[in-house]
């Protein structure tokens, strides 16, 4: 599978942003997907993901509320959407994707097999 996401850039505090990430390639159904999100100096971090073929997710708790993860199998599209953004929200978001791991391990680095370039997200007034 290959992934491509798409959907950042610069949004005023308390605003909202939706980021995709477009799979294309076989066997999408076995997947599950991921976001993670990098901000300057600091590492990876995994936030939300969920499960291609039945939709199950788990997103990190300090995020629940603001940011909601979910899919579209006809078109093989996970989305991010993001409301309520924060100065601390600006990162590079990336969409990654794991055979070996369900939610919430897919969490983690080591876990994913596949990464999509990344999308930057700026919160700024």
């Known amino acids: 599978v290959q992934l491509q996401a798409s959907g950042g850039g610069l949004v005023q505090p308390g605003g909202s942003l939706r980021l995709s990430c477009a799979a294309s390639?076989?066997?999408?159904?076995?997947?599950?997907i991921a976001w993670f999100r990098q901000a300057p100096g600091k590492e990876r971090e995994g936030i939300s993901c969920?499960?291609?073929?039945?939709?199950?997710?788990s997103t990190k708790d300090f995020l629940k509320g603001r940011f909601t993860i979910s899919r579209d199998v006809a078109t093989n599209t996970v989305y991010l959407q993001m409301n309520s953004l924060e100065p601390e929200d600006t990162a590079v978001y990336y969409c990654?994707?794991?055979?070996?791991?369900?939610?919430?391990?897919?969490?983690?680095?080591?876990?994913?097999?596949?990464w999509g370039e990344g999308t930057l997200v700026t919160v700024s007034s």
């Open positions: 990654a994707a794991t055979l070996g791991r369900t939610c919430p391990k897919a969490l983690a680095s080591y876990a994913i097999d596949v």
């Open positions: 390639g076989v066997g999408f159904d076995y997947y599950y």
């Open positions: 969920i499960s291609s073929a039945d939709g199950d997710t």
